[in-house]
């Protein structure tokens, strides 16, 4: 059985970081390959912002002196036959990691971990504006008439926070 404490919680949430940072680079190429560069730079932004979530997790389980292994990943979908699947597939993703953030959270209270609490606060709100910014997204493309509205809507608007947030906790090795 897998290990349900915090750090182990923890250990595989590091995987699905980096699974969702290859999951959201695949879905960046497809829409690259789409010459949609707009949708591309949304998706690039947020393969690095979910590297970068992975690689605090790294940091914080070196700060508290626990051992860090870098799992394997498994395969990425890279083929869509619309626009509207792989945001679709993007949306479901956010929700499933705001459940594991949520459990990672309980599970730190139910251990009287304070420490561990605090640091899935940031990532809670994060998910936050992870879902409703995937959200608006999807919202926009299902209702564009065409996708040069959708690219001409995040060359206006800001979508999300691109990873920009002064408070976010210390990345391994730097955010980029």
Not at 14 to 35: C, H, K, P, T
Not at 106 to 112: G, M, V, W
Not at 143 to 170: H, S
Request: hydrophobic share 45%; no cysteine; glycine share 6%.
């Amino acid at each position: 059985m897998a290990d349900q404490s915090f750090t182990g919680l923890l250990s595989r949430q590091i995987g699905n970081e980096f699974a969702a940072s290859q999951q959201y680079l695949a879905i960046a190429v497809w829409f690259d390959g789409q010459d949609l560069p707009r949708l591309a730079a949304h998706f690039y932004r947020q393969s690095l912002e979910e590297r970068n979530h992975a690689l605090m997790m790294v940091q914080y389980m070196l700060d508290r002196g626990q051992d860090v292994q870098i799992p394997a990943i498994e395969s990425v979908r890279n083929d869509f036959s619309s626009v509207v699947e792989p945001i679709a597939l993007a949306l479901s993703q956010e929700k499933q990691v705001t459940a594991d953030i949520e459990a990672m959270f309980a599970q730190a209270r139910k251990q009287n971990d304070a420490l561990g609490e605090q640091f899935m606060l940031w990532f809670l709100k994060e998910q936050v504006e992870e879902v409703a910014s995937m959200s608006t997204l999807l919202t926009i493309v299902e209702r564009a008439d065409n996708l040069f509205d959708v690219e001409n809507f995040l060359a206006r608007e800001t979508v999300g926070d691109a990873g920009n947030d002064p408070n976010m906790p210390p990345t391994a090795g730097g955010a980029l």
